[in-house]
């Protein structure tokens, strides 16, 4: 059975795309025939942070009504299917978002896992993913204004009949050391589903048209987003052991020569 789970925020700027781009190829990595969608037609993110640009055919083509969702699926990292929007004005204009239920019918037989990337706050466009969804998670900071935008995002979803799998707190700072998920699981309601530090990495990898799990693999967020996607995927992860390079005869060398001179 497919499982659809759309990720969802309060507010803007909390990493919800970035979430998205890194938690669907790391699925699909793992196994899972995993199709990540770009639901936020108006700002359509989630093709620039994949390198995904100028496209023949989106996710505006499709909900106009002038081309099949099979046209608008693209290969993506680690074999993740991606279903990105246009970045034109007039391509969100000529949308109609009630579609995305008839274009999630003929998705979901062929895929293991849907990830829908909901546009941030509370609209027409933002409510119809949290319906459709099996499972809504929210990207939340540690920081009151998100905590309370992710509290009433929960409450609609609830209201509108769908269900909020979890939270994911992002852009947790290492210094944060007051950080307490249990607390934070009672503030929110749900279960934290994972914990996504502060990295720089996401930045340098977001700059390179790449999610940071191809990108800087074994950086601290990558990491963090391995254990995310293995509690997703329901199967169990062991840590990988991160050695250091190895210093090559060149480098030595070189190293040597430069000593000398000083």
């Known amino acids: 059975m497919v499982k659809v789970y759309t990720i969802a925020s309060g507010k803007g700027g909390t990493g919800k795309t970035t979430v998205t781009a890194n938690l669907g190829p790391m699925l699909a990595q793992f196994g899972k025939k995993t199709c990540i969608l770009d639901a936020d037609v108006g700002m359509a993110n989630l093709g620039l942070v994949l390198g995904l640009e100028n496209l ?4 505006h083509e499709v909900l106009a009504g ?3 969702v099979r046209d608008a699926i693209y290969d993506g990292p680690f074999g993740v299917k991606v279903v990105p929007c246009g970045l034109s004005l007039q391509g969100f204009q000529q949308s109609n978002p009630d579609r995305l239920k008839d274009i999630m019918t003929d998705l979901v037989s062929e ?3 849907l990830i829908l990337d909901a546009p941030a706050g509370i609209s027409k466009d933002g409510v119809i993913p949290l319906t459709i969804a099996d499972g809504v998670i929210l990207v939340v900071n540690p920081e009151i204004s998100s905590i309370v935008d992710s509290l009433k995002t929960k409450i609609l979803t609830e209201t509108v009949g769908g269900h ?8 947790v700072t290492a210094t944060g050391n007051d950080f307490n998920s249990t607390q934070m699981e009672k503030l929110l309601g749900v279960r934290v589903l994972g914990i996504i530090p502060e990295d720089p990495n996401i930045r340098r990898a977001s700059a390179g048209r790449s999610p940071i799990v191809v990108k800087f693999p074994t ?3 990558s990491r963090a987003f391995k254990r995310l996607s293995a509690d997703v995927a329901g199967i169990e992860y062991t840590e990988e052991e991160t050695r250091p390079s190895r210093e090559s005869f060149v480098d030595r060398l070189a190293r040597a020569l430069f000593r000398a001179k000083a």
Do not use: H, Y
């Not at 023949?56 to 996710?59: D, E, F, K, N, S």
């Open 56 to 59: 023949p055919v989106t996710l």
């Open 66 to 68: 002038k081309a099949r």
């Open 111 to 113: 895929f293991d896992i």
């Open 164 to 171: 909020v799998e979890g939270a994911i707190i992002n852009r």
């Open 219 to 221: 950086s601290s967020a």
